[in-house]
């Protein structure tokens, strides 16, 4: 039963407080090695309250689950620096002292997987200032070689978290074809500008494009004609579009554009000229932003607006 509880917690706890627990986990297993040697640096009093301290971070996310907080991650970075720093403060032998940098890689992978670039760089930055501080009022600044090189490796580490994470979030985020985003990606960037445009009191218009005859395109060509067809649509659309314009790509044919900072007689008068350099015959449809508005209400606005303009250009005389 006992088990069973504990698979359960997993899981639904997130990796990132499945991840800290690990890592505070693995100080607190440190500390007690420490006891039982008795190595450490600090007194025994102050290494049971570290390790207790990591003990219960290693167990929160297991209490908490998904309402872990990143902050509390944050802190226990912070504590795990200052105290490292008193512990290579106090001395001690040159292997206790390189047991309590060994750590730092860990801590810098960590970091760059979880959290901001700027947060991140500068936590592991301070990281290394405490404890190159802490060094230097040993006796051991011999270690400064030691120390050196696990700097490097720490901030390798740490680059390439952040490498991975930023290419993982635009794998998640980004259409594969088109480059585009994708819903995911859209759903992210619509949360932002709604509150942008609300905060400052600029209009967000958004446009929906579908493609007329992309089905026609597919069958008499081949699919392959198709997804050509929409990799140029959307290179053309950022020729012409501004930098801080979003397009996503949502269904087969189905595009989104978002357009920031923009009225609905600016957005019509683009989207008419984008059409007018396409090489591809689409329709199109405006919505802009109210106070009330959800992203589904504001895109569902878009998406009767276009499918009601296909419907009088089919209604009208040829």
Not at 3 to 29: C, K, P
Not at 34 to 52: C, K, M, Q
Not at 231 to 248: C, E, F, G, M, N
């Given at each position: 039963?006992?088990?069973?509880?504990?698979?359960?917690?997993?899981?639904?706890?997130?990796?990132?407080?499945?991840v800290?627990?690990?890592?505070?986990?693995?100080?607190?297993?440190?500390?007690?090695?420490d006891?039982?040697?008795?190595?450490?640096?600090?007194?025994?009093?102050?290494?049971?309250?570290?390790?207790?301290?990591a003990?219960?971070?290693?167990a929160?996310?297991?209490?908490?689950?998904?309402?872990?907080?990143?902050?509390?991650?944050?802190?226990?970075?912070?504590?795990?620096?200052?105290?490292?720093?008193?512990?290579?403060?106090?001395?001690?032998?040159?292997?206790?002292?390189?047991?309590?940098?060994?750590?730092?890689?860990?801590?810098?992978?960590?970091?760059?997987?979880?959290?901001?670039?700027?947060?991140?760089?500068?936590?592991?930055?301070?990281?290394f200032?405490?404890?190159?501080?802490?060094?230097?009022?040993?006796?051991?600044?011999?270690?400064?070689?030691?120390?050196?090189?696990?700097?490097?490796?720490?901030?390798?580490?740490?680059?390439?978290?952040?490498?991975?994470?930023?290419?993982?979030?635009?794998?998640?985020?980004?259409?594969?074809?088109?480059?585009?985003?994708?819903?995911?990606?859209?759903?992210?960037?619509?949360?932002?500008?709604?509150?942008?445009?609300?905060?400052?009191?600029?209009?967000?218009?958004v446009?929906?494009?579908?493609?007329?005859?992309?089905?026609?395109?597919?069958?008499?060509?081949?699919?392959?004609?198709?997804?050509?067809?929409?990799?140029?649509?959307?290179?053309?659309?950022?020729?012409?579009?501004?930098?801080?314009d979003?397009?996503?790509?949502?269904?087969?044919?189905?595009?989104?554009?978002?357009?920031?900072?923009?009225?609905?007689?600016?957005?019509?008068?683009?989207?008419?000229?984008?059409?007018?350099?396409?090489?591809?015959?689409?329709?199109?449809?405006?919505?802009?932003?109210?106070?009330?508005?959800?992203?589904?209400?504001?895109?569902?606005?878009?998406?009767?607006?276009?499918?009601?303009?296909?419907?009088?250009?089919?209604?009208?005389p040829?």
């Amino acid at each position: 039963m006992l088990l069973d509880r504990f698979a359960s917690s997993a899981a639904r706890s997130t990796a990132f407080a499945r991840v800290t627990s690990l890592a505070a986990g693995v100080i607190a297993a440190t500390g007690v090695l420490d006891l039982i040697t008795g190595s450490a640096n600090l007194s025994p009093a102050w290494t049971f309250l570290v390790t207790g301290i990591a003990l219960v971070i290693a167990a929160l996310p297991w209490l908490l689950r998904s309402r872990f907080h990143p902050a509390a991650g944050l802190v226990g970075c912070w504590l795990f620096i200052v105290v490292t720093a008193l512990q290579i403060h106090q001395g001690g032998d040159q292997v206790q002292t390189v047991n309590n940098l060994v750590l730092y890689p860990m801590i810098g992978c960590y970091l760059g997987w979880f959290f901001r670039p700027a947060i991140a760089r500068w936590t592991t930055a301070g990281l290394f200032a405490f404890s190159a501080a802490a060094l230097v009022t040993t006796e051991h600044r011999e270690l400064f070689t030691t120390w050196s090189n696990l700097a490097l490796g720490s901030f390798f580490c740490l680059e390439a978290a952040l490498f991975l994470r930023a290419e993982l979030d635009r794998q998640i985020r980004s259409d594969p074809l088109t480059g585009a985003f994708n819903r995911i990606g859209l759903s992210s960037q619509l949360n932002r500008e709604l509150s942008r445009a609300a905060r400052a009191g600029t209009p967000l218009t958004v446009a929906a494009i579908d493609l007329d005859g992309f089905k026609a395109i597919n069958d008499r060509f081949g699919h392959p004609a198709g997804d050509r067809t929409l990799v140029d649509l959307v290179a053309r659309l950022h020729q012409s579009l501004r930098p801080s314009d979003v397009i996503a790509r949502i269904g087969g044919d189905e595009f989104v554009i978002l357009l920031p900072e923009t009225s609905p007689t600016a957005a019509a008068t683009i989207m008419e000229r984008l059409r007018g350099k396409s090489i591809t015959a689409w329709t199109w449809g405006l919505a802009t932003a109210e106070p009330s508005d959800t992203q589904e209400t504001l895109l569902g606005r878009a998406d009767r607006d276009l499918y009601e303009r296909k419907r009088r250009r089919l209604l009208a005389p040829d």
